[in-house]
């Protein structure tokens, strides 16, 4: 998938299932990984058989076959064909951050999920009007009415989309929070721990496309929030510069 990790691969529209992905999910992830025996964390990731990650999920693991994994949405509300990895990159993965010599799985991992997670909050408050003075110029009006931020300054959602790394979660009890406690805590908490693997992100481009129902985008419809954009721009800024990613 494009954005960050599920909670579930269950379709059912509801709050924990998928495409959200919640920031308390990335940060359990990677402490668990962290805390792997170096023993049994130093070969590198398998390589697919096929082609297609999928085949390196044990049997039943998941309790659901291939065939009832929900499929990445393309521009125009296309699908990926079923079983390819449109993200593979040079032994990385798309805003997966740069794979190095010798870094075994376990480190593949943990950078390969920070990255994502930076793309994730960066590229959602990018296309929802955030900007940083003298740094990172708004996007046009023209732009930003296609994801409904004409008025806003930017957003950090509490959940995000596995589908898309520039919009918000979808779905559940509620409309999808902004400015948002735990989203800023592993935002701060990753600049932090993993700022040397951590490499600007790559925002896809916003279309009237994708943003087309169902295609995610950073669409801002249904957001509650208190509008503290200038405030989270600050953070940002104090993050970016901080590891090396405004220059």
């Not at 998928?18 to 398998?46: K, M, R």
Request: charged fraction near 10%; glycine fraction near 12%.
């Amino acid at each position: 998938y494009n954005g960050t990790i599920p909670a579930t691969y269950i379709e059912s529209g509801l709050q924990w299932d998928f495409p959200n992905a919640w920031p308390p999910h990335i940060f359990f992830a990677l402490e668990a990984l962290a805390n792997v025996p170096s023993n049994v964390s130093q070969s590198p990731i398998p390589l697919a058989p096929n082609g297609n990650s999928w085949n390196l999920v044990p049997t039943n693991q998941l309790g659901l076959t291939e065939e009832k994994l929900p499929l990445q949405l393309l521009n125009g509300n296309n699908t990926a064909p079923q079983g390819q990895d449109i993200n593979a990159l040079n032994g990385t993965v798309v805003n997966g951050g740069n794979a190095t010599t010798e870094e075994g799985w376990v480190r593949t991992l943990r950078r390969e999920i920070a990255n994502r997670y930076m793309t994730s909050v960066y590229c959602s408050w990018y296309a929802t009007g955030g900007s940083i003075p003298g740094l990172l110029p708004r996007l046009p009006n023209e732009t930003l009415a296609l994801t409904q931020s004409t008025d806003q300054n930017g957003h950090l959602f509490e959940k995000f989309s596995a589908l898309d790394v520039d919009s918000a979660g979808r779905g559940g009890e509620y409309a999808v929070q902004a400015g948002f406690g735990w989203t800023n805590g592993v935002l701060l908490w990753l600049a932090s721990e993993y700022k040397e693997v951590l490499v600007r992100p790559t925002c896809p481009e916003i279309t009237a496309e994708s943003t087309g129902s169902g295609g995610g985008g950073g669409s801002n419809m249904g957001v509650v929030s208190a509008k503290v954009g200038s405030v989270w721009a600050s953070v940002l800024l104090a993050v970016f510069i901080g590891i090396g990613l405004m220059v």
